[in-house]
């Protein structure tokens, strides 16, 4: 047995603390403190500095609260403590008496209050906050409703240090809750305290930018209108706008928002509002956290470029027509060309962002009414292979972070740019609850290293080989462990350790992989590697594999891939309508990574697509858009106008993720709804009315739904059978669909508001279960190891949510979420060479030369770069190896890193 | 029944005497004569101004959102320096209010935290065409013409960033911490 010394995570559950709480009997867990133990009680204690996600500063002493204590001098009856306590920082004692609405704590909250003011500007017609603020609500609640500071108030100039964070400091309480989260939840440095006393103020070092890709949240956890949205900032007051409860279109992570809309535009996304009293309101307590890219870059719909009508191609040029029309031409042109070349010469492309219902509906108009397999979402791999492996991994996925873990594995990846909630869920989970993080890989994510508790690096294309020897060393094979040391360079006790704790067939684990490390380039043999360490690790060992593209999962069980059905065969077969003997293409079919490739070799003659930013965004755009010159028939769905829409014949106005409805399904198989929060601009419609449309125009049978929810039920019946809810229900409660809301200033009730609660509804999380692979019996031969000369680096990368993208790059802020292309080293290397963090570089490769703004972080190993691509001109997609790469530093005059 | 009737008479009778007579007559020469006003008639809307020329609407919204018939449409804009329009930071680029809706309720009035709108003693409220009803910012803002409010002294909110209270402020604190 494990203990301690292994890791701390291995300690006894804490023991079970009963106490009296507002005359109450409840129990705690020994070390928690009052106020979370009365925030699980429903029992609500004010507070600012206190925050679920972060540790305890105790600064605000807003939760002042009576304690009695025990007295043993006294046959232990409560006796009062001389001092009122703070609820966030007092842990729970057996037998102590918590009183929160006493004389005594009511006197306690109103003098803070009062004192909280002293130097408050109370400009709320001016503050963005207004209307939202925690300070105005506990003025209401709690305060004196007077002040009696009669004196100058302390004035300081506003600082311009982030482009997207408005800092107002005469407005802050000091809670620093926004230092604690960039430190502690978004890993940087980058805000502090500054001066003493009454001169205190909050700043970023050097006056510098806040940005990292989790940044935007102090907007939401600051309790007070300091840190506001810049980019929202006056464009409305919040009581104005409509709150929809929605789900990111950006984030796998599966991140849940509420857009605020008024008059068809959005205004702002945050973490879903809460209901606080009778009305719905920001949730400055979440820990739902959203990333920058779903908070500032999901109002791209309203871009200038936005086609809004459904166009026609009549000679040279596109001319607006009815949809019908519209329809009537894409279903000609479909069956022309597939009685001139036969079904297979037909593929149906859908954009990794549709929604469930899109690439369901999507599948089965290619199966039946064209007669094809040629339907995939999968364009981001580096190979055909790639997508397979892909498949494999997540016939494999399961489990759910929402159930905790023991002990987490992640190999290669960037997960905070790929997935960045999952990945800050993972290291959340890890940090808070002390559970430990194993990195292996050649390129560890720079988020989870600080917090990891053992990081065996390897190069570029030795994953498998470590993998597999890890597998080995697990069941107990001693040579097996000696190469890995060797290999890894991780000492022999540390292994020991590791082994140990890995070995606990008792505790829950996660195993972690990102299919988006080097655009797959090593995933045939990774994925089967990791899945015989999971074997080799037992049950208890779930498996999560990662990937950027937004609803994977979802089109993954919908079948809208070559050799997957949504469903069993049989029961595909009844619900479509299909015969035993009908023809049913399933295995057949050519991976969107070979398209330009087919299309060239005249084998892909016409192209249905449903949603342009799937080309706009492929490895190989180029060829891509060359190659669609020799189709026959090209139809598209998109928003906006661009190069591709232009060589489209029929072009359909599509609707945004703002003005559809639908079904999204995240990296951990639970499902979210997309909600329309505005009308569909102009003549636009949602892709599954196009689909349907050609569909009927074609004679399919089976496509006559008059609304989403049909489809959805349909699809759900296929893809889970035991799903016990329903499209309605799938939508978060919000002031749209909580009937329990009459209106503001009604009767106050106050419960469990604090977390908005479980979103998990039963059968609504897809996996499937496939059989486990079994751990090899011996590893694979380690691949040979290149010599590196000085400055010489093998480079290693994988896609950033911040490069390069066809919606992101129509965003209202665009330009501020760019960043410049950055190169992370190991910090062995960096002291070799002399680099420090921010200076400048210029890496060739081959014949390419991209400058970076070196990194240095605990990220790669040794002798590996790691380039994000699609920062600037860093691009490498199309590459099957790791290439070499020659680094020479730019002269000594050192930059600000735009870190990230 | 009669009693009733002739009480009647009587009360038409002694106007209609007065009337004749010229004694205490209750109209008067409207558009010649004008009607004095008492002091918060609640009538056209006004906004003030400071004496500096600074408007006093922030464009808080909080007019628009106290109104019952939602008659006030705004929308704020931030305060540059070279725009400098209100004192505060913010201030309404567009503020309209729909005449035809309005009620001449005064919660728009008492509401506002900046005493920036107020209903005045207008109450030739007459037009022509339907859209003529819409009151720009421009109609009611006071003008130079029209004379800067009377109403109020110039109190710059405590917390207003203007040039005067930017000098007032302590200093730099980037500079007094010398980082
Ligand atoms: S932070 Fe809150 S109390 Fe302070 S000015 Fe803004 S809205 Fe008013
Ligand atoms: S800026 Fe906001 S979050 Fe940060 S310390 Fe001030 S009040 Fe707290
Ligand atoms: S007077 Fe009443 S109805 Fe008219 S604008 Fe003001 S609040 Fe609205
Ligand atoms: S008139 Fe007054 S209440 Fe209306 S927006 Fe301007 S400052 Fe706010
Ligand atoms: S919440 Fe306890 S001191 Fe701030």
Known sequence: MADQSVHPSLKPAPEDVPFVLNGKEVVGKKGETIITVAAREGVYIPHYCWHPSLSVAGNCRLCLVEVHMPNPRADNKPTPLPKPAIACQTPVVPGMHVFTESELAKDCQSGMMEFLLVNHPLDCPICDRGGECMLQRYSMEYGTGHARMVDKKRKFKKPQADPLIDIERNRCIMCTRCVRFCDEVAGEHVMGVFARGADNYIGTFGQGPVSNILSGNVIDICPVGCLTSRPFRFKARVWELVQTQSTSVWDASGAKVTYWTRSNQLYRTTPPSRKYHETYTINEDTAEFIDNITRFGSDFPAHEDRWEESRVRIGEGLVPAAFREAVRQAARGLTRVREQHGPDALAVLVSPRATMEEGYLAAKFARTVIGTGNVDWRMSFQTAEASDAAALAFSHASGDLEDGFDAVVLVNGDYLHQAPVFAMQVKEYARLNEKPLILIGHHHDAYFAPHASWQLHCRPGETAHVLELLALAVRGNDNAKDQLSAITGAQAEELDKLLQLLGHAHRKGLLIQSLEDMNGANLPQDVPALLGLKSALGEAWDYIPVLRDRNAFGLYAAGAQPGRLPGAEGAVRKAWGLGESAALPVDSGVPARLLAEKIEAGEIKGLLCLGADILHNAPERERLVAALDKLEFFAVTDLFRSEITEKADVFFAAASHLERDGTYCDLEGNLARLVEALPPAGGSRPDWEVLAGIAKEMDGRGFDYSSVAQVFDEMIRLVAPDFAGSFKALMLKGPRNDLTIKDPGGARTRGPEYNPGDYRIDGAHFRWKADPLPTPEKASPAPERQELNEGEFLVTWGEHVQGSDYHLDRASIARLLKMAPTAEMNPEDAYRLGLEDGDRAVVHTGSDSIEVVVKVRRGPAPGVLYIPSGLGDARFAGLSAAPLARLEAVEAGKEAAPAG | ?179
């Open chain 2, 1 to 179: 029944m009669l009693i009733e009737f002739m009480k009647g008479f009587t009360v038409a009778g002694r106007h209609l005497v007065r009337y004749l007579t010229g004694k205490g007559s209750v109209t008067f020469e409207y558009p010649e004569v004008r009607r004095e006003q008492p002091p918060f008639f609640r009538g056209r809307h006004r906004l003030q101004r400071y004496q500096d020329g600074l408007e006093r609407c922030v464009g808080c919204a909080l007019c628009a959102a106290v109104c019952p018939s939602e008659a006030i449409y705004l929308e704020a804009r931030e305060n540059t320096p070279d725009n400098r329009v209100s004192a505060g930071e913010r201030y309404a680029e567009i503020y309209q209010i729909h005449m035809l809706r309005c009620i001449f309720c005064g919660f728009c009035e008492e509401a506002c935290p900046e005493n920036a709108i107020i209903m005045g003693p207008s109450y030739e409220l007459a037009l022509y065409k339907r859209t003529d009803f819409i009151m720009n910012k421009e109609d009611m803002l006071d003008s130079p013409e029209k004379g800067f409010g009377d109403y109020h002294e110039y109190d710059p909110y405590i917390s207003h960033v203007t040039e005067e209270s930017d000098r007032e402020a302590m200093g730099d604190p980037w500079e007094r911490t010398g980082s």
